[in-house]
C-alpha cells in the first residue's frame, strides 16, 4: 500500500488525491478481481490500475477545465496556489530525501517524465522490465532503452557529484 502511494503522490503530487486515488485502486481491483491472472504480479495489476485511475482523472480535469465564479476566485485567491501546494514537502519526497542526496533528487526531477517514472519503477521499486512494459503499456524494448537512456543522463548529470566522492567509472 505504501509503495501505491508513494507512486500515487509522484503522480499527482497531492495528498488528499494520492489517498483517494490508492482507495479507488483498492476498489476497482476488489470489483474486478475475477479479471486478475493468477500467478502474474498483483502488485504491477495494481499499479496499472492506479496509473490507468490517475490518466482518467487527469483527462477529466482537461476536458472540464476550471470556471471560477467572482466571489469564489476573492477566496481561492486567499488559498495557497497550485505551486506552493506542490512545493511543500511530501511523504514522498520525505521519504526519497532521506535516501537521497539533494544532488541526485535534482537531476532525477530534471529526467523528462517517460525516463524518470521508468527509473521510479525498477530502481527504486524493483519491478521487471516486464512487470513495467505491463503498468505503461509500453513494450519491453521501451522500457529497457528509457531506462538506458535514463541512466545515461542521470550519469552526466551526477559526474561532478561522483567525483566528489571518489567514484569512478
Not at 82 to 93: D, F, G, K, L
Request: aromatic letters at 12%; hydrophobic letters at 40%.
Amino acid at each position: 500500500m505504501e509503495a501505491l502511494y508513494s507512486f500515487a503522490l509522484y503522480l499527482c503530487r497531492n495528498r488528499e488525491v494520492a489517498r483517494d486515488l490508492v482507495q479507488e485502486t483498492y476498489l476497482r481491483a476488489w470489483e474486478h478481481w475475477e479479471q486478475f491472472q493468477p500467478g502474474t504480479n498483483c502488485k504491477a495489476w495494481l499499479f496499472t490500475i492506479l496509473r490507468n485511475l490517475y490518466i482518467n482523472l487527469y483527462r477529466k480535469q482537461q476536458r472540464a477545465g476550471e470556471m471560477v465564479e467572482y466571489d469564489e476566485a476573492e477566496t481561492e485567491s486567499e488559498q495557497p496556489s497550485v505551486v506552493e501546494q506542490v512545493a511543500t514537502p511530501s511523504v514522498e519526497a520525505e521519504f526519497y530525501r532521506s535516501l537521497l542526496d539533494e544532488e541526485v533528487q535534482q537531476a532525477l526531477a530534471a529526467l523528462p517524465e517517460q525516463y524518470r517514472t521508468v527509473v521510479i519503477l525498477c530502481d527504486l521499486e524493483d519491478f521487471t522490465y516486464e512487470e513495467i512494459a505491463q503498468m505503461l503499456g509500453i513494450p519491453i524494448g521501451t522500457v529497457r532503452s528509457r531506462l538506458h537512456r535514463a541512466r545515461l543522463r542521470l550519469a552526466t548529470l551526477l559526474e561532478a557529484y561522483a567525483r566528489q566522492r571518489g567514484w569512478t567509472r
